[in-house]
């Protein structure tokens, strides 16, 4: 009996089975990893930590920026770190990154000189609105929570956004399109992420943040923007305000 399973595993049947139970898994896998374009109406989810789990985007123009509005929706329930955007090139892992700190900061670091803004843990309940924007003449940056500015902050010294690196959401990028770390994982839903490469006015930032759906990033443009989705994560129908 033993002898007979041997033989039945060596024969070339056997494996060619495996191969094919192997290629079908495989092809499970890389469907996964989809290219995909537009997100009208959707949010994606990250539901478990992970140090995989990510979506890349892909801007549709370089990413050679010198003023930029960046903005985004999010709705964790994680008071822990977290990143929401993160944007590197070779020579700067961090050449742009938002990021939830703790209960009560959030960051947005510029070619790796990073400036934390302090919010309250309040109005990060539930689907919050974030912008983060740069203008780099008066050498400043500015986050806004739901609409509403921060102070102004110094951001020195003042460099344009480097082009050719890669843009992931969930994940902070050790380096281009990796190094990740599980404890800085997104969990949780984002959605409505635009970004331009000029400076939007607050009143604008408002009415983006209430839902107003004209204002569509120029350089990425969540609702034509092409996308890979990497692991466990889902793109639904939002239950955002818009
Ligand atoms: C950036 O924006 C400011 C204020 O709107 C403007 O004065 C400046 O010319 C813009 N461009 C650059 C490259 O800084």
Same mark, same amino acid.
């Given at each position: 009996m033993c002898q007979c399973l041997r033989r039945l595993c060596s024969s070339t049947t056997m494996k060619s089975l495996l191969l094919i139970v192997a290629s079908c898994l495989l092809s499970g896998l890389a469907s996964a990893d989809e290219d995909r374009q537009g997100l009208i109406g959707e949010s994606l989810i990250f539901s478990t930590p992970s140090d995989t789990n990510h979506v890349l985007l892909t801007p549709s123009r370089d990413m050679d920026l010198k003023n930029f509005t960046l903005c985004l929706r999010v709705n964790t329930e994680s008071p822990r770190q977290? =990143?929401?955007?993160?944007?590197?090139?070779?020579?700067?892992p961090s050449e742009l990154l938002l990021k939830r700190e703790d209960e009560t900061t959030v960051s947005?670091?510029?070619?790796?000189v990073k400036i934390p803004?302090? =919010?309250?843990?309040?109005?990060?309940?539930?689907w919050v609105?974030?912008?983060?924007?740069?203008?780099?003449?008066?050498?400043q940056v500015i986050l806004h929570i739901n609409g509403r500015p921060s102070v102004?902050?110094?951001?020195?010294?003042?460099?344009?956004?480097?082009?050719?690196?890669? =843009?992931?959401?969930g994940q902070e990028q050790g380096r281009v399109g990796g190094g990740f770390q599980q404890e800085k994982c997104l969990v949780g839903e984002i959605a409505d992420v635009h970004l331009w490469d000029h400076i939007l006015t607050t009143s604008t930032i408002r009415a983006i943040s209430m839902g107003d759906p004209i204002y569509r990033g120029n350089v990425i443009d969540w609702l034509t923007v092409k996308h890979t989705i990497k692991g466990q994560v889902k793109s639904l129908r939002t239950t955002s305000v818009n």
């Open positions: 977290h =990143v929401l955007f993160s944007y590197a090139t070779q020579s700067s947005l670091t510029v070619s790796g803004f302090l =919010v309250r843990s309040s109005q990060l309940s539930s609105h974030v912008c983060a924007r740069r203008d780099m003449m008066a050498k102004r902050k110094a951001l020195e010294p003042s460099n344009p956004i480097k082009p050719g690196g890669k =843009v992931v959401l």
